[in-house]
């Protein structure tokens, strides 16, 4: 390949070709892929093939009765067509079995996109194939989700200026972005961005089986999630296709390899691209840092190819950044032992411990009393997710905010109001079985009651519905729910300090609950609810465990000496509070009262220390604490019914608004 004509904005770094070697690493990892179950069987691609089908009939049906609604005649309204075409990891070819398909629907120019979404999904729920509908109009990419005969398909939809959509229309003139707003211009993108990377790359069959498998890399370990903060399908793939680059004759084991050595010591201020950025026709805003102060806060940019060019990793933050950096790390210590011989391919894809990893965490709860309302709630509130994160980390009171990449659903039906207003506040009946310890090494106790509140007021913990789903004449209500955690590490405090520090989450929390309930996907206050619960690892519900060991790892990444240095000033603090150990444990610890109202909240501590910790043992809930060591406070509106314990982190809930 000369230099002229190589692929990429630098000349390759080798032209050299795979040893034999490498090509045998590149058909054990194939075999490892198939053996994970990531390729397709022909049943399931034919499946795929009849809906893809009957989608393109529907968009074509939806744009015809769309016509005829602005006075169209009948004629003229068949003659205006629309088209679908599939982007992401289906387009790519490294789509797996059960995976969804990304599905562009293109229409004409009086196709506003509200009436699309109206029309498409009261089509939608007349047919039997379709299940799990749930349009999301407000992210950032408007989607409509849903699952037809089996196969999961994200819709979107981009209106094109001109007056029909023929069966020959291409993307790839840059010339149809003329005059289509930005929602549009982002849908379309996703097919021109998707067909550009394939368009790039040197070798088809060797990106796609290594795209394979860093795919399946970044899924175990929880860091393929665009909506809240890692990199998404798109970002992955051009990672890799840059590989493919600058390695072009190489097979898939060694770009796998050169993947993590390379995104290893990458300069993260050189953002990765696959081509120059270009201009084309509009007035379209491309990536640009010199020009625009948000471009040049982008963590870790990968520039999307077609234009206009985006930065396809915006969403990336401060903690995401730090936790992606960490895995890839991790990926090039297995990667070598694998082509040393010392490990094998399916240890690269070892499923992370998320649940197991952090002290403590924030669960987000949100749950609805109707299942298609909740469905356009749980895709709503995952799109906001990361601005939470961003707002939690702009307090400066975290060293790491990890947001899990995936929710926790469930439905549930209740007998009893006070049934019902316990799972809104987030405290789900499988939790019931779960024995959590009064006292534990962290100093906190849960107390048994209820909080009175799910939303900051009355009438969210007693909803009024006239007419509520029952099941039978049984009287029994529906809920359905769905849980979102955050792990989190906060910033250390200096125990020699004697001023007490104050962690306050109220503002960056009720502005988080503020936008989720002024947003089209939230019906009413009587109907859903959205509570935020802080929990140490003890407290995790046991279903985000999928029955694995709940035990907390502990790892250490000190040096032997400063373990040993660590375990000697253990030892003195502890010899030094011995005297105050004694005085504290006999003292009984004041339960913090779980019923208080909104206005007034509650405190929950955290203990530094064995000593702290002898001094927790578990007491009536009408006795005083007796003590009051400097200690932080965190304001946080959310129903946690938790223990004030002396020292360390307090939380106390405000019920301000």
């Given at each position: 390949?000369?230099?002229?004509?190589?692929?990429?904005?630098?000349?390759?770094?080798?032209?050299?070709?795979?040893?034999?070697?490498?090509?045998?690493?590149?058909?054990?990892?194939?075999?490892?892929?198939?053996?994970?179950?990531?390729?397709?069987?022909?049943?399931?691609?034919?499946?795929?093939?009849?809906?893809?089908?009957?989608?393109?009939?529907?968009?074509?049906?939806?744009?015809?009765?769309?016509?005829?609604?602005?006075?169209?005649?009948?004629?003229?309204?068949?003659?205006?067509?629309?088209?679908?075409?599939?982007?992401?990891?289906?387009?790519?070819?490294?789509?797996?079995?059960?995976?969804?398909?990304?599905?562009?629907?293109?229409?004409?120019?009086?196709?506003?996109?509200?009436?699309?979404?109206?029309?498409?999904?009261?089509?939608?729920?007349?047919?039997?194939?379709?299940?799990?509908?749930?349009?999301?109009?407000?992210?950032?990419?408007?989607?409509?989700?849903?699952?037809?005969?089996?196969?999961?398909?994200?819709?979107?939809?981009?209106?094109?200026?001109?007056?029909?959509?023929?069966e020959d229309l291409e993307l790839s003139d840059n010339n149809?972005?003329?005059?289509?707003?930005?929602?549009?211009?982002?849908?379309?993108?996703?097919?021109?961005?998707?067909?550009?990377?394939?368009?790039?790359?040197?070798?088809?069959?060797?990106?796609?089986?290594?795209?394979?498998?860093?795919?399946?890399?970044?899924?175990?370990?929880?860091?393929?999630?665009?909506?809240?903060?890692?990199?998404?399908?798109?970002?992955?793939?051009?990672?890799?296709?840059?590989?493919?680059?600058?390695?072009?004759?190489?097979?898939?084991?060694?770009?796998?390899?050169?993947?993590?050595?390379?995104?290893?010591?990458?300069?993260?201020?050189?953002?990765?691209?696959?081509?120059?950025?270009?201009?084309?026709?509009?007035?379209?805003?491309?990536?640009?840092?010199?020009?625009?102060?948000?471009?040049?806060?982008?963590?870790?940019?990968?520039?999307?190819?077609?234009?206009?060019?985006?930065?396809?990793?915006?969403?990336?933050?401060?903690?995401?950044?730090?936790?992606?950096?960490?895995?890839?790390?991790?990926?090039?210590?297995?990667?070598?032992?694998?082509?040393?011989?010392?490990?094998?391919?399916?240890?690269?894809?070892?499923?992370?411990?998320?649940?197991?990893?952090?002290?403590?965490?924030?669960?987000?709860?949100?749950?609805?009393?109707?299942?298609?309302?909740?469905?356009?709630?749980?895709?709503?509130?995952?799109?906001?997710?990361?601005?939470?994160?961003?707002?939690?980390?702009?307090?400066?009171?975290?060293?790491?905010?990890?947001?899990?990449?995936?929710?926790?659903?469930?439905?549930?039906?209740?007998?009893?109001?006070?049934?019902?207003?316990?799972?809104?506040?987030?405290?789900?009946?499988?939790?019931?079985?779960?024995?959590?310890?009064?006292?534990?090494?962290?100093?906190?106790?849960?107390?048994?009651?209820?909080?009175?509140?799910?939303?900051?007021?009355?009438?969210?913990?007693?909803?009024?519905?006239?007419?509520?789903?029952?099941?039978?004449?049984?009287?029994?209500?529906?809920?359905?729910?769905?849980?979102?955690?955050?792990?989190?590490?906060?910033?250390?405090?200096?125990?020699?300090?004697?001023?007490?520090?104050?962690?306050?989450?109220?503002?960056?929390?009720?502005?988080?609950?503020?936008?989720?309930?002024?947003?089209?996907?939230?019906?009413?206050?009587?109907?859903?609810?959205?509570?935020?619960?802080?929990?140490r690892q003890e407290q995790l519900p046991n279903d985000v465990?999928?029955?694995?060991?709940?035990?907390?790892?502990?790892?250490?990444?000190?040096?032997?000496?400063?373990?040993?240095?660590?375990?000697?000033?253990?030892?003195?603090?502890?010899?030094?509070?011995?005297?105050?150990?004694?005085?504290?444990?006999?003292?009984?610890?004041?339960?913090?009262?779980?019923?208080?109202?909104?206005?007034?909240?509650?405190?929950?501590?955290?203990?530094?220390?064995?000593?702290?910790?002898?001094?927790?043992?578990?007491?009536?809930?009408?006795?005083?604490?007796?003590?009051?060591?400097?200690?932080?406070?965190?304001?946080?509106?959310?129903?946690?019914?938790?223990?004030?314990?002396?020292?360390?982190?307090?939380?106390?809930?405000?019920?301000?608004?």
């Amino acid at each position: 390949m000369s230099k002229s004509k190589h692929l990429g904005v630098t000349p390759p770094i080798s032209l050299d070709f795979s040893d034999k070697h490498e090509e045998a690493l590149a058909d054990d990892l194939l075999a490892t892929l198939k053996s994970e179950g990531l390729f397709e069987s022909e049943d399931e691609r034919k499946t795929r093939e009849v809906v893809l089908g009957k989608i393109d009939k529907l968009v074509k049906e939806v744009v015809y009765q769309v016509s005829l609604k602005h006075k169209l005649p009948e004629s003229l309204a068949r003659e205006c067509g629309g088209k679908i075409f599939t982007f992401g990891s289906y387009r790519l070819g490294v789509h797996g079995a059960g995976a969804d398909i990304d599905t562009l629907c293109v229409v004409p120019s009086h196709v506003r996109r509200e009436d699309f979404f109206e029309c498409m999904t009261e089509m939608l729920k007349a047919r039997s194939e379709v299940t799990e509908l749930a349009p999301v109009p407000d992210a950032y990419v408007p989607v409509i989700k849903l699952q037809f005969s089996g196969v999961d398909i994200d819709m979107t939809v981009g209106v094109l200026q001109q007056p029909t959509i023929p069966e020959d229309l291409e993307l790839s003139d840059n010339n149809i972005l003329r005059s289509i707003d930005e929602h549009s211009v982002r849908s379309v993108n996703g097919s021109r961005v998707t067909d550009e990377i394939l368009r790039l790359v040197p070798n088809i069959p060797t990106f796609r089986l290594a795209l394979r498998c860093i795919k399946l890399w970044a899924k175990r370990r929880a860091i393929y999630s665009n909506s809240v903060g890692f990199f998404g399908g798109v970002a992955w793939a051009m990672a890799v296709a840059r590989i493919c680059q600058m390695y072009p004759n190489k097979c898939a084991s060694t770009i796998v390899a050169r993947f993590f050595v390379v995104l290893n010591k990458w300069r993260w201020t050189t953002p990765i691209m696959l081509k120059e950025i270009e201009n084309g026709a509009g007035q379209f805003r491309v990536w640009n840092p010199r020009l625009y102060p948000g471009d040049r806060g982008h963590r870790m940019p990968i520039i999307t190819p077609a234009y206009p060019s985006m930065c396809a990793t915006h969403n990336v933050s401060q903690s995401t950044k730090q936790i992606i950096e960490v895995e890839i790390k991790r990926g090039l210590g297995i990667v070598d032992k694998i082509i040393k011989g010392e490990a094998s391919w399916k240890e690269l894809f070892e499923k992370e411990e998320y649940f197991r990893e952090y002290k403590f965490y924030l669960q987000v709860n949100v749950s609805s009393l109707n299942n298609d309302d909740h469905k356009k709630l749980h895709g709503f509130v995952e799109s906001r997710l990361r601005f939470y994160v961003a707002s939690l980390e702009i307090t400066g009171q975290f060293m790491l905010i990890h947001p899990y990449i995936k929710s926790f659903d469930h439905s549930f039906k209740y007998k009893t109001e006070e049934e019902a207003q316990r799972i809104r506040a987030g405290f789900l009946p499988a939790e019931e079985s779960t024995s959590v310890p009064e006292s534990t090494a962290d100093g906190i106790s849960e107390a048994s009651a209820v909080p009175d509140t799910a939303n900051g007021d009355k009438s969210a913990s007693t909803p009024e519905h006239s007419e509520p789903q029952t099941d039978g004449d049984d009287g029994k209500g529906n809920i359905y729910t769905s849980a979102y955690y955050l792990g989190l590490v906060l910033v250390k405090k200096d125990r020699s300090s004697a001023d007490q520090r104050r962690v306050d989450l109220s503002l960056p929390t009720q502005d988080f609950i503020r936008r989720i309930k002024e947003s089209d996907s939230w019906k009413s206050d009587e109907d859903m609810a959205v509570s935020i619960r802080f929990l140490r690892q003890e407290q995790l519900p046991n279903d985000v465990f999928g029955g694995k060991p709940r035990e907390r790892l502990r790892v250490s990444t000190s040096s032997p000496d400063k373990k040993a240095e660590k375990k000697a000033k253990k030892k003195r603090a502890e010899t030094r509070d011995n005297a105050e150990a004694a005085e504290l444990s006999a003292k009984k610890i004041k339960l913090a009262d779980a019923a208080v109202p909104s206005t007034s909240g509650f405190t929950m501590g955290v203990g530094n220390n064995q000593a702290l910790d002898e001094a927790s043992k578990p007491a009536s809930s009408s006795e005083n604490a007796g003590a009051s060591k400097p200690a932080s406070m965190m304001n946080i509106p959310a129903p946690v019914p938790l223990a004030v314990k002396p020292g360390g982190i307090k939380l106390k809930l405000l019920g301000s608004r």
